[in-house]
């Protein structure tokens, strides 16, 4: 069974800092990650999606993914306090209809 | 926000007792999930539809129960409600041209007294 696992925090960075969040996987053969954001109380939603090694930028966020280490990471740069949230990294599963997430990390942006 | 509800959106009840959570789409998506989330656990999936009537178990399945009898509507059952039912529920959709990407429901927070 996939396992995708990521340290819970709380990580803890100043304003304006870049904040690094990483997640490991189990399966070598998977191509493809996502990164969902969780507000306190929400649900989550989808804030970066990477399909190939290598890195992946999308505003202040950038995705990074080493195949041949097996893990995955969300780069957060110029971190602002309404950054605060739980960063859940997520791998296809079960022919790609499912996802398997890990359990969080919570991020807090301090001012 | 993509058109997802879930009902109720709260609910108390006692062990023993039926449950049943409610998640409605206005996307047309095929494919329907429901998760639970627990401290320390994450998102759990619990069953998922990949069309009308076709439903599948996931990894948390059970002592849950799951129909869907139009795109739009999936229900989760709690055929009896037990404490370690006690959580946060998501429903989310995801459409055929792209699985991948899922969108959630608001969530329902179940107690199971």
């Known amino acids: 069974q996939k396992e995708v696992e990521q340290n819970s925090g709380p990580l803890s960075v100043p304003e304006g800092a870049i904040a690094s969040l990483n997640c490991t996987y189990s399966?070598?053969?998977?191509?493809?990650f996502f990164w969902y954001r969780q507000y306190s109380g929400k649900s989550p939603e989808l804030i970066m999606s990477i399909y190939s090694n290598g890195d992946k930028e999308d505003g202040r966020f950038t995705a990074q993914l080493n195949k041949a280490s097996q893990y995955v990471s969300l780069l957060i740069r110029d971190s602002q306090p309404s950054d605060s949230a739980t960063y859940l990294c997520a791998e296809p599963t079960g022919g790609g209809n499912k996802l398997t997430f890990g359990t969080g990390t919570q991020l807090k942006v301090e001012l | 926000d993509a058109g997802i509800t879930q009902s109720p959106r709260h609910k108390v009840t006692e062990t023993g007792t039926p449950v049943t959570l409610r998640c409605h789409q206005t996307e047309n998506h095929r494919y329907m999930y429901w998760y639970r989330q627990d401290p320390g656990h994450g998102l759990r999936l619990i069953h998922y539809s990949y069309g009308v009537k076709d439903t599948d178990k996931g990894e948390v399945s059970d002592g849950y129960s799951v129909s869907r009898s139009k795109t739009e509507d999936f229900l989760l059952t709690l055929e009896s409600a037990t404490s370690s039912q006690t959580s946060v529920y998501f429903c989310?959709?995801?459409?055929?041209?792209?699985?991948?990407?899922?969108?959630f429901g608001p969530g329902t927070r179940l107690t199971v007294l």
């Open positions: 399966d070598r053969g998977s191509q493809s």
């Open positions: 989310a959709i995801s459409s055929s041209l792209n699985t991948d990407t899922q969108y």
